[in-house]
């Protein structure tokens, strides 16, 4: 089973609900700060294989750090543009929370309900196997 990822930066009023929301569930997660613990290149690769709008699903558009760019990300390649996120994580959405499975950007109490039913199925799966 695959562990759920939270990556949050605290001041954030979506990742403080966000994580409220885990610990409320008794969702057990690994924490990793946005800015001091950036996901590398690969590991937003492997989000990005997760999305259903690609960039756009996780770049924070709204953002002051995105609107201030003098980039035109449409212009980059995919290599290019996955830099500028670790270089600058500040516009990705926040928080991101994944299984390795399943990719949520931003806070979506219903999104993470479903992974976290998604989990606890996995979990009756393995114990019954074990039994």
Not at 26 to 32: D, I, Q
Not at 53 to 69: D, N, P, V
Not at 97 to 117: F, H, N, R, W
């Amino acid at each position: 089973m695959s562990s759920i990822t939270f990556y949050t930066y605290p001041s954030c009023t979506s990742c403080r609900k966000a994580k409220m929301w885990l610990k409320q569930n008794k969702v057990s997660f690994e924490e990793r700060h946005l800015f001091k613990d950036t996901p590398t290149v690969e590991e937003l690769r492997e989000m990005l294989k997760l999305t259903k709008a690609g960039t756009e699903e996780i770049l924070a558009k709204r953002s002051q750090s995105f609107k201030s760019l003098n980039v035109d990300i449409y212009d980059l390649s995919m290599n290019e543009l996955l830099k500028l996120l670790t270089d600058n994580p500040k516009l990705l959405k926040r928080p991101l929370v994944t299984d390795g499975e399943q990719l949520i950007a931003g806070y979506s109490p219903g999104e993470m309900k479903k992974l976290c039913i998604k989990k606890e199925k996995e979990k009756e799966h393995i114990s019954s196997h074990v039994s």
